[in-house]
């Protein structure tokens, strides 16, 4: 007993002495420099803060790694309590506070040693007084953690979009011994999945790009699995393998892929997890803070399989530039959004090509006078404009993942690029406009485009419908136009109203049948039908049973 009372004594003393030095006077030297070091540390100073230290080389190289490891996160580190032992050592501890986001936080406290060395008081170097358990080679890093990534699938339930591996096959030139040799062999190898990749054609695109690295070609995942030996073993080619979203059946190339892979990363990234990870040379990853995200759901595309692929066979009918678009207009979906190889080179034609509208405007002006109670021909492009927004031309929608233009009419044009025309036309339409034109006149008021189901568009400037008895004219016209005007030729096909339009040399063409509204447009057509044609196989396609497709 007389023992256990004469230690609790000296304890106590040692414990008085200790905070007697530590809050008496100034602030110390010893405390000064730990000051220094975690001011350098919040400053994201590596360079600084590891000077502080007894071993400056090694501890900048470590700070400097966890500052990239942890760049896009913010740290707070505090001094929570310091301790002179005596005048030649003492020791403390750091609090740290990182933050990655919002609810992503990640917290911890590390002891560290000060000694007073031959240059004066240096923090005593341990990769442990920056991160916890940092030693023996280890790195940190900030880590997105996703689940297993949802797929795509189309308005039907058919499978439309999922992620798979993508094969780079890349061409070194530096690795190559003969640059001749190795473009013949992997022609060779490459030819049953990729006839097109020639020779000749990789050594045309490594002499205009003379000392890079090339992409010869990307393969899917089977195709690669089928030559995938023979490829590895060929001087100076390599293989990159990167998960991709891709489309599940090969012939659906729909410019509405990328629109798709903006949704689906929005769900993606709205159901991140995070991480901090240690990276053990030995034992790879080690996780010490964060969580891993839920599962996204699957996402159902408005696209329809069968009406993308009927887009498909029509579009490639002709020789100049040619888009289709489809939209349904009880929902807004699009259901189906293609172009042709020619169209393809000027950029998204079907969603964000402006063109001279011409014609295609004429129900908008009939309606436009009907409403005002004038003749058409004397409507004003502002009476114009306003009777277009009420067809869904022009409004303001936003729609999550997907970006698009429908017209530019009057004094609401300034801006807007034109991708062919004249540029004196008083109003602009593209092809997705004209759909939207035809679906809200299908459905008796504005329809706004959707890409998702269940992620409806917004319209951030909601508009009245038009009179019913201005509707009924509209519709009764575009009947008549297939009945027994311009666009006669397509009367074979029961319940279709639309318009045939032209535009200097452009067609267009632009209609409704049941819950399926569409617009072709042909610039600089070879003939006065030419969008009339590509809507007759459009719906002829169309017509054919399910198992044609």
Known sequence: MR?????????????????????????????????DFVAALDARDPASAASLTSYPSAAESTIGQMFDGLSDGTVDYEVS????LNSESGYFTL????????GMDWGYQVDGAVRKL?????VSWDPDIIVPDLGGGRT????????????????????????QTINAVVLDPAAMPDPGATTTRLAEVLAPVAPVITAQLMQDRLANDPGNRITAVKLRDQDYQFLGSDIESIPGVEVIQTPTLISADRRISTPLLDTLRSAWQLERDRTAGWAVTLEDPEEGPIQVAGFQGPPPPDLNAMVDSKV???????????????????????????????????????GPVATHGMYPAGGTLDPVRLAAGLDKGIDGADVSSEDLAETARRL??????????????????????????????????????SPLGAAVLAASVARGEAVAPSI???????????VDALPPHVVDALRGMMADNVQKGPASFLRKHAGLSGVAAASGDDRWFYGYSGDIAFAVFVADADGGDRAIKVADTFLSKLAQPDEAF
């Not at 998702?452 to 909601?462: L, R």
């Open 452 to 462: 998702v189901q269940g992620q409806p568009a917004t319209i951030n400037d909601p």
């Open 81 to 84: 309590q310091f301790v002179e």
């Open 118 to 122: 031959g240059v004066g008081w240096r």
């Open 392 to 429: 869904g031309l022009g409004l303001d929608v936003t729609v999550p993942g997907f970006d698009f233009e429908t017209s530019q009419i009057g004094n609401t044009r300034s801006g807007v690029v034109q991708f062919a025309g004249s540029g004196n036309d008083d109003a602009l339409i």
């Open 140 to 163: 940190v890093h900030h880590v997105r953690t996703d689940a297993a990534p949802p797929k795509i699938f189309d308005r039907t339930g058919r499978l439309l979009m999922e992620e």
């Open 308 to 346: 993308q692929l009927a887009a498909k066979e029509a579009v490639v009918t002709t020789g100049t530039p040619t888009a289709l678009v489809a939209i349904q207009p009880s929902t807004g979906g699009v259901l189906a959004a293609d172009v042709n190889n020619w169209a393809m080179e000027l």
């Open 3 to 35: 023992v256990l009372a004469l230690t609790a004594v000296v304890v106590l003393v040692v414990a008085v002495a200790v905070t007697a030095f530590v809050v008496n006077g100034s602030r110390t030297d010893a405390r000064g420099l730990v000051d």
């Open 95 to 102: 609090s740290a506070a990182w933050n990655f986001g919002e």
